[in-house]
């Protein structure tokens, strides 16, 4: 069965391809599945390296066997809620009111609002899956980083480390295990190159492994790093799409996004010697014309706004 994965931006869309349900959980007394969550990302992984990477976990509130209200289902729903945020689909079960606890509710609309606004961009990755068989929107690091000995022994009854990539840009960790009630901290492995933690800005090297890495419930965990280009909804209008480019690259480098359409792409180029905000720029080649670009200096990326079938350009941004 075809379904669409990351509808709802535009009127129109096009079949990408299956997508992979994982069927829902159980969280409380009886058939207690909640005290063995593993089985939902190691299915995931294991669906995407055989090619079915268009995971959707079908556990957003989950099969209460109890009080929607105590705190081990509240915890477990943000963290579902965030592993679903950084997978192919997401769907909730059962609304984020039944927690009755404002901060909850509010992270799992953070985590809904997340994959909405990125949802062009893991559109564009599950029509990349479909035309070339590649788990582009979850690559295990394993696949993503073959050569890195070090990603085949992430995931274990201990370190629980469930990483992958989505898309080419993002390295997904959420915290995820049998320990999700208590758990506030994990592991993070990042390969080769640089990555950007997406909420705080802080600019890592790899390979290195962060130890004991403070994961609250409320973090979007992601680490821009690979092609370090990302497409989302603009914040200002919904019906636009804003690119983010962030300093990961050196050198050449090449990202091609998708539109809804299926046919129509749009070429982001880095040919930049640096990334000076100053000296940086942003050409529209297929208009022949500059770009107005948006810096965030937390972050270090430079946003603007992408149009059908323009192809961009970055030059410049030595100091």
């Known amino acids: 069965m075809s379904q669409v994965v990351g509808r709802s931006f535009a009127p129109q869309s096009i079949e990408v391809g299956d997508r992979m349900r994982i069927n829902d959980s159980y969280a409380g007394t009886g058939r207690n599945f909640h005290s063995d969550p593993h089985r939902i990302p190691l299915n995931m992984m294991s669906n995407a390296a055989s090619a079915?990477?268009?995971?959707?976990?079908?556990?957003?509130?989950?099969?209460?066997?109890?009080?929607?209200?105590?705190?081990?289902?509240?915890?477990?729903?943000?963290?579902?809620?965030?592993?679903?945020?950084?997978?192919?689909?997401?769907?909730?079960?059962?609304?984020p009111w039944l927690l009755e606890?404002?901060?909850?509710?509010?992270?799992?609309?953070?985590?809904?609002?997340?994959?909405?606004?990125?949802?062009?961009?893991?559109?564009?990755?599950?029509?990349?899956?479909?035309?070339?068989?590649?788990?582009?929107?979850?690559?295990?690091?394993?696949?993503?980083f073959p050569q890195d000995e070090a990603t085949y022994n992430l995931i274990s009854r201990t370190q629980q480390q469930y990483q992958w990539m989505l898309g080419p840009s993002m390295l997904a960790a959420p915290?995820?295990?049998?320990?999700?009630?208590?758990?506030?901290?994990?592991?993070?492995?990042?390969?080769?190159?640089?990555?950007?933690?997406?909420?705080?800005?802080?600019?890592?090297?790899?390979?290195?492994?962060?130890?004991?890495?403070p994961m609250p419930r409320d973090r979007i965990p992601v680490f821009i790093g690979g092609k370090g280009v990302i497409v989302g909804k603009s914040a200002d209008e919904p019906d636009t799409l804003d690119v983010e480019v962030f300093p990961v690259t050196e050198g050449f480098s090449e990202y091609t996004y998708t539109w809804i359409d299926?046919?129509?792409?749009?070429?982001?180029?880095?040919?930049?010697?640096?990334?000076?905000?100053?000296?940086?720029?942003?050409?529209?080649?297929?208009?022949?014309?500059?770009?107005?670009?948006?810096?965030?200096?937390?972050?270090?990326?430079?946003?603007?706004?992408?149009?059908?079938?323009?192809?961009?350009?970055?030059?410049?941004?030595?100091?």
């Open 262 to 319: 299926g046919s129509t792409q749009s070429r982001i180029t880095s040919n930049n010697a640096g990334w000076d905000p100053a000296t940086l720029q942003v050409h529209d080649v297929t208009a022949d014309q500059a770009v107005a670009t948006e810096h965030d200096a937390t972050r270090g990326s430079f946003r603007f706004r992408l149009t059908p079938g323009h192809d961009y350009e970055l030059t410049g941004g030595s100091p």
């Open 52 to 95: 079915g990477s268009n995971g959707d976990p079908d556990i957003i509130g989950c099969t209460p066997r109890g009080s929607t209200t105590s705190h081990m289902f509240r915890e477990y729903y943000v963290r579902n809620a965030m592993l679903a945020a950084v997978s192919a689909g997401m769907s909730f079960g059962r609304g």
């Open 175 to 213: 915290l995820f295990g049998n320990d999700f009630e208590t758990a506030e901290s994990r592991d993070v492995y990042l390969p080769a190159g640089r990555w950007i933690d997406y909420e705080s800005g802080t600019v890592y090297e790899g390979p290195t492994t962060l130890e004991d890495f």
């Open 101 to 144: 606890h404002p901060e909850y509710e509010a992270i799992a609309l953070k985590a809904a609002r997340w994959h909405d606004r990125y949802a062009p961009y893991i559109y564009s990755a599950a029509i990349d899956s479909h035309e070339t068989g590649y788990p582009h929107t979850m690559t295990p690091l394993h696949i993503a």
